[in-house]
């Protein structure tokens, strides 16, 4: 039960004359306000404490009005986002239907001024276009559909969610519809303890969690704090998620909304009627790996690798240090350990190579083949230190030409990295003979990063899409699936070298002495 459900349970008990004096104050304090809130979620999420809310689900749940209700009602000083120029504009539109006039806005600005309110409203549409937030606070950051902002764009803007005015509060409010690509499994990833089915701890609609950055990884915690980080006391931030449906939305509810979500295809249906966060992605017609079977392979995966296995391949992807780890895929035939992430603040600047060649070793065993990624120049300090340490080790440069053909010799392709993620896709691929070899630890960002890529058919062969492109729809590196590309791409597997480990196991298998007699 929510908060707003044990007030409306407390109204509910009283004697039918205090219930008309409650409902009349309620009234009586509201008729100034531009806007109300529905009963309901919308309610609730008005009045939620959290510093960090996203409210979602179903499409027509009132989302997008809340923001705009909160800018108008609540908050002096507000930050209102769609991700394209074009969405925001409707975003404009839709004040006005609330508000009854334009007057007070400004279209070159992008600012509108409401007695002593001041609400920017805008676009993000280039990954770059966060900058254009930069150090400018607002007592209320909203985001208006989340799962078409990147991670970083959002981690970036609500840095400024401030007031100098201590009687007000400050919050970000997130709306959105569950994700239907790739790059919106961030926002299941951040809010997990309400969307993710397996979350260890899951949480309640409304339940309040506390979060702060350790190692730069985000980290639930245990109440407000102040919490030791690097010898420092920091106080964590609240978060929580709200469900909306499109039947706590009078306005829409009682239209034919409902049956035009419920005639869409079966993908989108999940997301906008069914507001399901965990069933919903729809693969591009051209997406180079499918979505299913990444988590087919998740489904494969068990803690242990598989008996009498090496370890085989390594892949690398280097950092230069900064905000981008430094990841290592472990690959024991086709089954994976979990990625190894080394934060890129960790990474010596000054011998940088000489570090990251002894964390490779560190974890590397059975003479196990180590790939590196040279295309970004991170790695070639870390490859020649291994090389000099006798380690074996390839470098791999995705923009290289390949030889390489798929597997039933008909398709070339027109550089390494295409012909990397094509023959990870038909290991993936669950209709060949004996299924698919490949195990892959459930990784939300993993499984953003390999399902990312497009691909088109050239006179030149597969080409897959650049990681520059797929990095920019992201906003952020593809590290996790570059490594486990790059790891099943070189190095000894079952099909070649089974017989090999087979006498391997023998040749360790204890020998039993018999007495002579």
């Known amino acids: 039960m929510g908060a707003l459900d044990e007030v409306m349970e407390r109204i509910r008990s009283l004697p039918a004359e205090q219930q008309k004096a409650v409902i009349e104050s309620a009234i009586e304090a509201t008729k100034a306000w531009v806007w109300v809130p529905n009963t309901g979620p919308q309610t609730e999420a008005y009045y939620c404490e959290a510093d960090e809310l996203l409210f979602g689900g179903e499409a027509g749940g009132g989302k997008t009005d809340l923001v705009i209700g909160l800018a108008l009602v609540a908050h002096r000083r507000s930050l209102v ?20 006039t334009r ?3 400004n279209s070159q600005t992008g600012v509108w001024r409401i007695g002593e309110r001041i609400i920017d409203i805008g676009g993000c549409q280039l990954e770059d276009d966060k900058q254009k937030r930069k150090g400018i606070p607002h007592d209320l950051k909203a985001f208006d559909e989340l799962v078409d902002f990147s991670k970083s764009q959002y981690e970036f803007i609500i840095a400024w969610n401030r007031s100098t005015d201590p009687n007000q509060r400050c919050r970000i409010v997130a709306t959105s519809n569950p994700p239907t690509r790739p790059e919106g499994l961030w926002v299941i990833d951040r809010w997990g303890a309400w969307l993710d089915p397996k979350h260890p701890r899951p949480a309640k609609d409304g339940e309040l969690r506390w979060y702060t950055t350790i ?11 102040p919490h030791m980080v690097d010898g420092e006391p920091v106080m964590a931030k609240s978060r929580t998620f709200i469900r909306s449906q499109l039947v706590d939305n009078p306005d829409l509810a009682r239209t034919d909304y409902a049956a035009r979500l419920a005639a869409l295809p079966k993908e989108l249906r999940a997301a906008y009627h069914g507001g399901k966060f965990d069933s919903s992605l729809q693969d591009a017609p051209n997406q180079a ?6 988590r087919m392979a998740f489904a494969r995966w068990s803690p242990d690798p598989p008996a009498g296995v090496p370890m085989c391949t390594m892949g690398v992807d280097a950092s230069g240090g900064g905000e981008d780890p430094m990841t290592i895929a472990i690959r024991h035939d086709g089954w994976y350990a979990p990625i190894v992430k080394v934060p890129g603040k960790e990474l010596p600047v000054d011998r940088l190579g000489a570090y990251a060649a002894g964390v490779v070793i560190s974890y590397r065993r059975d003479s196990a083949l180590v790939v590196v990624d040279l295309g970004g120049g991170y790695g070639g300090s870390m490859y020649e230190h291994l090389k000099a340490n006798d380690v074996d080790v390839n470098g791999y440069k995705g923009a290289e030409a390949s030889t390489r053909r798929s597997r039933d010799a008909k398709l070339k392709f027109t550089n390494k990295r295409s012909a990397a993620y094509w023959v990870f896709r038909e290991a993936l691929d669950p209709g060949q003979p004996q299924g698919s070899p490949i195990a892959l630890c459930e990784d939300q960002a993993l499984l953003a990063e390999l399902t990312a890529p497009t691909f088109e058919v050239t006179p030149n062969g597969i080409k897959v899409e650049p990681k520059d492109k797929v990095c920019e729809r992201l906003g952020r590196s593809t590290d996790h699936a570059d490594a486990v590309v790059m790891a099943w791409f070189e190095g000894p597997k079952e099909t070649s070298h089974a017989l090999e480990w087979a006498d391997q196991r023998e040749a360790r298998r204890p020998r039993v002495k018999y007495p002579k007699v």
């Open 81 to 100: 986002l769609r991700r394209t120029n074009k969405e925001a504009e409707n975003l404009v539109d839709r004040f006005q239907e609330i508000i009854g």
């Open 103 to 105: 007057d007070g806005w």
């Open 215 to 225: 190692n730069d990884v985000d980290t639930e915690v245990d109440g407000p704090g």
């Open 289 to 294: 790996v499918p979505t299913s079977w990444v």
